[in-house]
C-alpha cells in the first residue's frame, strides 16, 4: 500500500531530539516494511530555531508544517531560553502551529500497560487496564477568550471563557466519533451549575447526541470528574471537555499512568491533519544522557498512523511490539524494573524495531 504522504519532524529541544531520533527510527522502519509511501522531511522549531534564526516558529518551519500531512513534535523550552521576552519563547511555536493550523482537539490517551500497573499512584485494581482517552477543546475557552487583560492599575485582572456553538459542535463529533471507534460511551465535562458557557456547552452536546444514537452520553460536572478520575477512572471510556478544564483532567489522568514518559497525544484539525508529540516536556534534567524514554514519542507516532493516515494496521503493530518488549521486562531509566533489563533511549528504539512485524 502507498499513500504519498509527508511527515513533518520537529525534534525541538532538550530530550526532544533524542525522542524523536528513536521515533523517526521506527516510522522509517514501518513505511518500509508495510510500504506505506511516508516521507519525511525535518526542521528547527523553538529553543533551537531561535538560536539559528532569532524566533521559536520561523516562517520555513511555519510553511513546511502547514503542507505536510502530520507533524511529529519532540518538546521545546529549556532554562537557556527562560528569560527571554514572552513572543520569542520556545513554547510560543507550540501556540503558534496550534492556532495556525487550527488544531482545535487535543486527543490524550491515559493508557496503563499491564505491565507496568505497579507505576501507577493509585492502587493496582483501581488501574489496571486502564485505557482512557480524553478529547479536549484547544483553540478556543477561556485561554483565548477576549476581552482579557488587567484594571485598576494592576489590583484587578479578567479573563473571558467563551465558546460559540459551532465550536463546542466541532469538538463534540470528533468525541462522538472517537467513541463510536471505541466502547460507545461518551461523557461531557462542564460546570453547567454555575457557567453561562457550560449551560451552553451541554445544550449543543445534547442536540448532538441525536446524530449519534449508538454512542451513550452522560455529563458531569467538572469538580466531580476530577475526583471520578482519581476514585474510580475506569468507569470512563471518552470524556470531552472545554480548554481549561481539560488542561487540569487530562493531566490527572497522565499520573494514573506513572510515568509521563509513556504518555503521546494528538491536536487535529476539522481535516485529521495532525501534530502529534509526547505529553513531557524537554526534560533538560535528563538531557544528552540516553535516559530518556522514547515510548511516548514512539505510541505519538503510532496515533498519527492511526488518526492522519487511517493505517489502523502499521499503527497496532507499533502499540504491539512496545507491549511485546515491555512484557520482556525491558525498561528505560524512569520506570521501576531490573538492573539487567534497563535500556538507553537508542537501546528501547532499536528494541522497539526488533519487535515490529
Ligand atoms: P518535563 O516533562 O520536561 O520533565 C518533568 C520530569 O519528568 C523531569 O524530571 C524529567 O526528567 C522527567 N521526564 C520527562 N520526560 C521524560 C522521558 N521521556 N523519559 C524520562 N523522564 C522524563 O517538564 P518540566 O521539567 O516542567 O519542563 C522542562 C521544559 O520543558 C520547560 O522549559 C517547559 O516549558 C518545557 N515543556 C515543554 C512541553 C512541550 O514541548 N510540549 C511540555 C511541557 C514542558
Not at 176 to 198: G, H, M, P
Amino acid at each position: 500500500m502507498t499513500s504519498n504522504k509527508t511527515v513533518l519532524i520537529l525534534p525541538g529541544d532538550g530530550i526532544g531530539p533524542e525522542v524523536c531520533n528513536e521515533a523517526k527510527k521506527v516510522l522509517g522502519h514501518v513505511n518500509s516494511l508495510h510500504n506505506l509511501g511516508i516521507s519525511m522531511q525535518e526542521l528547527l522549531v523553538g529553543g533551537s530555531a531561535y538560536e539559528k534564526f532569532g524566533k521559536p516558529l520561523p516562517e520555513e518551519t511555519l510553511t513546511a508544517a502547514i503542507e505536510s500531512d502530520a507533524i511529529l513534535l519532540g518538546a521545546v523550552g529549556g532554562p537557556n531560553w527562560d528569560n527571554l521576552e514572552y513572543e520569542l519563547r520556545p513554547e510560543r511555536a507550540l501556540l503558534g502551529l496550534r492556532s495556525e493550523l487550527d488544531l482545535f482537539a487535543n486527543l490524550r490517551p491515559a493508557i496503563l500497560s499491564k505491565h507496568l500497573s505497579d507505576s501507577s499512584s493509585l492502587k493496582k485494581d483501581k488501574v489496571q487496564d486502564l485505557d482512557l482517552l480524553i478529547i479536549r477543546e484547544l483553540t478556543g475557552g477561556i485561554y483565548f477568550g477576549e476581552p482579557r487583560g488587567v484594571t485598576d492599575s494592576g489590583n484587578s485582572a479578567f479573563n473571558t471563557m467563551i465558546y460559540s456553538k459551532k465550536e463546542i459542535e466541532r469538538i463534540g463529533r470528533v468525541a462522538f466519533e472517537a467513541a463510536q471507534k471505541r466502547n460507545k460511551t461518551l461523557c461531557s465535562v462542564d460546570k453547567a451549575n454555575v457557567l453561562e458557557v457550560s449551560v451552553l456547552w451541554r445544550e449543543v452536546i445534547t442536540n448532538l447526541s441525536k446524530e449519534y444514537p449508538d454512542v451513550e452520553l452522560s455529563h458531569m460536572l467538572v469538580d466531580n470528574a476530577a475526583m471520578q478520575l482519581v476514585r474510580n477512572p475506569k468507569q470512563f471510556d471518552v470524556m470531552v471537555t472545554g480548554n481549561l478544564f481539560g488542561d487540569i483532567l487530562s493531566d490527572i489522568a497522565a499520573m494514573l499512568t506513572g510515568s509521563i514518559g509513556m504518555l503521546p497525544s494528538a491536536s487535529l484539525n476539522s481535516d485529521n491533519k495532525g501534530m502529534y508529540e509526547p505529553v513531557h516536556g524537554s526534560a533538560p534534567d535528563i538531557s544528552g544522557k540516553g535516559l530518556a524514554n522514547p515510548l511516548a514519542a514512539i505510541s505519538s507516532v503510532a496515533m498519527m498512523l492511526k488518526y492522519s493516515f487511517d493505517l489502523n494496521e502499521a499503527s497496532k503493530s507499533i502499540e504491539k511490539s512496545i507491549q511485546e518488549v515491555l512484557s520482556e521486562g525491558y525498561r528505560t531509566h524512569d520506570l521501576e524494573g531490573a538492573q539487567n533489563k534497563k535500556l538507553t533511549t537508542s537501546e528501547m528504539g532499536n528494541k522497539i524495531i526488533e519487535n515490529l512485524k
